[in-house]
C-alpha cells in the first residue's frame, strides 16, 4: 500500500513539474528541457515502482 501511494506521488509530482516547466520556460530551450525531463524522469519513476494489478 505505501508502495502505491508512494507511486502514485511520484507520478503526480512529475506531472506538476513538467507542467510548472511548460508554463515557466516557454521559449528558454536550456531550462525548459531539463526541468521537464526530471519531471517525466519523477513519472516514469513512479510508474515502474507501482505495484501489479494482477496479482
Not at 506531472?15 to 519523477?42: D, K, Q
Amino acid at each position: 500500500m505505501i508502495r502505491q501511494y508512494t507511486a502514485m506521488g511520484l507520478q503526480l509530482l512529475g506531472l506538476i513539474l513538467t507542467g510548472e516547466a511548460l508554463l515557466l520556460y516557454f521559449g528558454e530551450m536550456g531550462p525548459l528541457l531539463r526541468t521537464a525531463s526530471v519531471g517525466a524522469g519523477l513519472f516514469y519513476a513512479g510508474y515502474f515502482i507501482r505495484p501489479n494489478k494482477g496479482g
